[in-house]
Nanobody
Framework: QVQLVESGGGLVQAGGSLRLSCAAS????????MGWFRQAPGKEREFVAV???????YYADSVKGRFTISRDNIKNTVILQMNSLKPEDTAVYYC?????????????????WGQGTQVTVSS
């Protein structure tokens, strides 16, 4: 079980960049895969990116080549660097943790969630 707090969201123009951070606490952080999901108004929460406990990343097709996920197990943080942002990236972004050994991409794979941080991309 881990506790997660996101930060770094805000308002940015299309083509700009934002860096989201997720601070984690708990005894088992280093054994968890860490992921990012996002949810726009009226839409389902969707997978964005995940990084395994040993540093292997995987991305949704919609963000591949633009977003980068990384983690620092010493500082207990996970980062989502977002470049070339588009208006359709506008959503609340959630950090999540999964104890699964394989790379999880489904919402049901993740048992711990942060409260979310708002990202708004203007056209």
């Amino acid at each position: 079980q881990v506790q997660l707090v996101e930060s770094g969201g805000g308002l940015v123009q299309a083509g700009g960049s934002l860096r989201l951070s997720c601070a984690a606490s708990g005894r088992t952080f280093s054994s968890y895969a860490m992921g990012w999901f996002r949810q726009a108004p009226g839409k389902e929460r969707e997978f964005v990116a995940v990084i395994s406990w040993n540093g292997l990343p995987y991305y949704a097709d919609s963000v591949k080549g633009r977003f980068t996920i990384s983690r620092d197990n010493i500082k207990n943080t996970v980062i989502l660097q977002m470049n070339s942002l588009k208006p359709e990236d506008t959503a609340v972004y959630y950090c999540a943790a999964s104890p699964r050994a394989f790379i999880p991409t489904l919402r049901s794979d993740f048992g711990s969630w942060g409260q979310g941080t708002q990202v708004t991309v203007s056209s």
